[in-house]
């Protein structure tokens, strides 16, 4: 386990207020990156993530995707309902350096905790919101889920052959890059509360980030009399990317062909059926070169037309299930996997913080927090600063 108090935010204190995916992924990596993390949880259930059970997986009681991305932190059990607890909540924004929510907007105004009632107790705070849809206009109300963002903002249609429905992708993508968006306008504002001393606000939403992700394709659209792209016959990986850029079926699976010359897709695979197209119509007849390219490819398993690819220079891999990914050299390599370790003993394994500190990526082997552990410690410290 790495040593906390030298990594980069050690000594910053962040609330998290949040729930399900966005906002404890970002309180997840500041605690990865050495920020003491606290999550604030309602005293019946605390965040309705304990119980989003998958594959009936559990450790200590809880879901494991619970702890896989509140691995390391605090749990103070607070009823913002309740006068009391809200006053010692108060206090304890008092000391911290960052709140993260994703409550509705309105919500946390509605408690007293919007950002500028907080700013008024505490005017170096950096106060993190994540929504759905941003904090105006027509869809403010509707669930902020990542399939469903995925669905209204076109991504589900890039993915996928012509013929197929949409096709969303098979984890949560937007709820993932939105933490990223959030830790990034974090560490933004605390550099900048560095120099001025002025903290901030962080506003993220999925719907923007949706959009954010697929820049390359929506730029393509906005600037194409917002025609909506057609996706390929074959082997569909990018809609705007001209042939043979896809993925195709072989003998015994499936490989990935990136982008290559016609001229040099024609020798390599020996399909002089494509030598008779000029580069200039990789787009214009991509589907035909697509189904030449895969009706040569779909002759021999992967691993022969890897050995002919990859000492030419082509980009191409093998297409890995998870049971075969980790078993290459390249997984053992990476360094991917870390072990997290309950008081009773039990144990499970997860993902490492991707970002490598000093040459080396931080791990944290604490669980998740029961509910409402560290209420106690936590408040009785503020009784002991006001005392003194």
Not at 49 to 70: A, I, K, P, Y
């Amino acid at each position: 386990m790495t040593d906390a108090s030298s990594l980069p935010l050690a000594g910053l204190r962040v609330l998290d207020f949040a729930q399900f995916l966005a906002g404890p992924v970002a309180a997840m990596r500041l605690s990865d990156l050495g920020a003491e993390v606290i999550k604030i949880e309602r005293p019946e259930g605390g965040d309705l993530c304990r119980s989003m059970v998958v594959n009936d997986q559990r450790l200590e009681g809880d879901s494991l995707v619970f702890h896989t991305f509140n691995r390391g932190k605090k749990s103070v059990a607070a009823d913002l309902k309740n006068i009391g607890d809200l006053e010692k909540v108060r206090a304890l924004i008092k000391t911290a350096d960052v709140v993260i929510h994703n409550f509705r907007p309105g919500v946390m105004e509605r408690i007293g905790l919007g950002y500028e009632a907080v700013a008024a107790l505490n005017p170096r705070i950096v106060y993190g919101a994540v929504s759905g849809y941003g904090a105006e206009g027509p869809w403010v109300k509707k669930p902020g889920q990542d399939l469903l963002v995925q669905s209204l903002s076109g991504i589900a249609w890039l993915n996928g052959n012509a013929d197929d429905g949409p096709v969303p992708t098979g984890f949560a993508m937007l709820d993932v890059a939105t933490a990223g968006n959030l830790v990034q306008g974090i560490l933004a504002c605390l550099l900048r509360r560095g120099t001025t001393g002025q903290g901030g606000l962080v506003e993220v939403d999925l719907l923007t980030s949706a959009i954010d992700l697929t820049f390359e394709q929506f730029t393509c659209f906005l600037n194409d009399d917002h025609r909506q792209p057609k996706r390929h016959e074959v082997g569909n990986a990018n809609p705007y990317q001209p042939a043979p850029y896809g993925i195709y079926k072989t003998a015994d699976g499936f490989m990935a062909f990136a982008m290559t010359p016609l001229n040099v897709v024609a020798e390599l695979l020996d399909a002089p059926a494509i030598a008779a197209f000029g580069q200039d119509q990789a787009f214009s007849h991509l589907n035909e070169i697509k189904q030449i390219v895969g009706d040569v490819f779909v002759t021999q398993p992967t691993q022969h037309w890897l050995d002919i690819l990859e000492p030419a220079g082509i980009w191409c891999a093998p297409v890995l299930d998870w049971l075969d990914f980790v078993k290459t050299e390249g997984f053992k390599a990476a360094d991917l996997v870390q072990t997290l370790q309950a008081e009773s003993g039990a144990q499970a394994q997860t993902t490492k913080c991707p970002i490598r500190i000093d040459g080396t990526a931080p791990s944290a082997s604490q669980v998740a927090p029961a509910l409402g552990q560290d209420t106690e410690a936590v408040f009785s410290t503020l009784v002991a600063a006001a005392e003194g």
